[in-house]
């Protein structure tokens, strides 16, 4: 079965600091990865994904990825982050399908980011 | 583009009732949408896969005569959960994904609460 494994519930990082957030995942096949953010009460805004080729992927607001086949990974990135970065971010993976989309999607149980002043 | 509409965004009801909760694409059409369920701190958890014009599938541990759902259009997938229990309680939340290719799109979630 695929699973998703985020160690850092939260982190916290000062505003214009660089952040990584963690992901590993656990997918008997090529997994199709994704990074969604969701501010409070509101539904997910997907921030980039990975299908294939290239490993590092560019997302929006400044993100970017890069999928580690060989540690089974796919941190998120960002150099310089804003306070409007604070939410709560989702990784997750999926059965892809010729479409280049993905079946249902298992997440992980999100890190929520703090940035400080 | 890709907008999914979910309604309504938030519904108190009695222990008892049923509720329906719909999902819409708006601009692209959608052959299948997902149902998930997020409670509160937690994170989401796929509850069914919703194809247009068939059955939905289930996952499981989901009660499929709890949580009725249907897809009768190629924009438009409801979620009814009768006979509604405060367990029932929990933020759900669809998806969509456009005929052929790209990821799925998010709808802005329902919060139920079972009073």
């Known amino acids: 079965a695929q699973s998703v494994t985020q160690p850092d519930i939260h982190i916290t990082v000062s505003e214009g600091a660089s952040l990584e957030l963690r992901c590993n995942y656990s997918?008997?096949?090529?997994?199709?990865l994704f990074w969604y953010v969701q501010s409070p009460g509101q539904g997910l805004q997907l921030l980039l994904k990975?299908?294939?080729?290239?490993?590092l992927v560019q997302g929006i607001k400044g993100f970017e990825a890069e999928f580690k086949r060989s540690q089974s990974s796919f941190n998120l990135r960002k150099p310089s982050v804003h306070w409007s970065d604070a939410a709560e971010y989702f990784c997750a993976v999926g059965a892809g399908y010729s479409g280049g989309g993905a079946d249902g999607l298992t997440f992980g149980k999100g890190t929520h980011l703090i940035i400080q002043p | 583009g890709a907008v999914v509409s979910q309604h309504p965004s938030w519904v108190i009801c009695k222990s008892g009732t049923s509720v329906k909760i719909e999902c819409r694409s708006l601009d692209f059409q959608a052959t299948t949408m997902f149902w998930y369920r997020q409670f509160p701190k937690q994170s989401l958890m796929l509850m069914a896969t919703?194809?247009?014009?068939?059955?939905?599938?289930?996952e499981q541990g989901v009660e499929k005569d709890k949580f009725l759902i249907n897809h009768a259009s190629l924009t438009l997938s409801t979620l009814t959960v009768t006979s509604a229990h405060p367990e029932d309680s929990s933020f759900y939340i669809c998806?969509?994904?456009?005929?052929?290719?790209?990821?799925?799109?998010f709808g802005d979630g329902t919060r139920l609460s079972i009073l």
């Open positions: 998806s969509a994904r456009p005929r052929g290719v790209g990821p799925q799109h």
């Open positions: 990975y299908f294939s080729g290239d490993t």
């Open positions: 997918y008997g096949a090529t997994p199709y």
């Open positions: 919703s194809n247009e014009g068939s059955k939905a599938t289930y």
